[in-house]
Antibody
Framework: EVQLVESGGGLVQPGGSLRLSCAAS????????MDWVRQAPGKGLEWVAN????????NYVGSVKGRFTVSRDNAKNSLYLQMNSLRAEDTAVYYC??????????WGQGILVTVSS | QSVLTQPPSASGTPGQRVTISCSGS????????VNWYHQLPGTAPKLLIYSNNQRPSGVPDRFSGSKSGTSASLAISGLQPEDESDYYC???????????FGGGTKLTVL
């Protein structure tokens, strides 16, 4: 069974940093592009970033470029999102996901990040 | 303001057929396939339709998708109370180099 489990969320002050992790199991992690998607309270889905199988290609939504960094460790079947210079508008549930535009899309349960003083 | 435009709400009575539209442009829907997701409050989204019109196993054939030009649609026939959910379209935008979601449509079963 495919499982994606996010961790590392919580409350952080504006300007602070947080690192999210996603532990993957039940599929061949190293052969899949991986994504981060977020959802602000009461709002719709917003794609944040993705990373190629070997980490050689990464894409970001404009609002997080220069502040967020996506990375992966295929030996540990893990995906990461380093979030710096956090703003109130980054407050959201963050989902780890894969194959979002394919036939086998999978999502984690999500982790809440709250940016507030 | 989402790159893909969906109506914020839709409604129907049990047994009816409803459609949800997703309008984009030549850089996204016009050149890439569309997936549809549904999401219940407090839960992660789930895949409903992939590659414009394909249903994953387990999704009832009451759900169907289509695409024409720069627009896509999700149709739900024989509406049931459990279909009440938020629905999102998604595709890749080749000009922006980002994955884009529609703003979401809240479906109410009256």
């Amino acid at each position: 069974e495919v499982q994606l489990v996010e961790s590392g969320g919580g409350l952080v002050q504006p300007g602070g940093s947080l690192r999210l992790s996603c532990a993957a199991s039940g599929f061949t992690f190293r052969t899949h592009w991986m994504d981060w998607v977020r959802q602000a309270p009461g709002k719709g889905l917003e794609w944040v970033a993705n990373i190629k199988q070997d980490g050689s290609d990464k894409n970001y939504v404009g609002s997080v470029k220069g502040r967020f960094t996506v990375s992966r460790d295929n030996a540990k079947n893990s995906l990461y999102l380093q979030m710096n210079s956090l703003r109130a508008e980054d407050t959201a549930v963050y989902y780890c996901a894969t194959d979002l535009l394919g036939a086998t899309a999978r999502w984690g349960q999500g982790i809440l990040v709250t940016v507030s003083s | 303001q989402s790159v893909l435009t969906q109506p914020p709400s839709a409604s129907g009575t049990p047994g009816q057929r409803v459609t949800i539209s997703c309008s984009g442009s030549s850089s996204n829907i016009g050149r890439n396939t569309v997936n549809w997701y549904h999401q219940l409050p407090g839960t992660a989204p789930k895949l409903l339709i992939y590659s414009n019109n394909q249903r994953p196993s387990g999704v009832p054939d009451r759900f169907s998708g289509s695409k024409s030009g720069t627009s896509a649609s999700l149709a739900i026939s024989g509406l049931q109370p459990e279909d009440e959910s938020d629905y999102y379209c998604a595709t890749w935008d080749g000009s922006l180099n980002v994955l884009v979601f529609g703003g979401g449509t809240k479906l109410t079963v009256l």
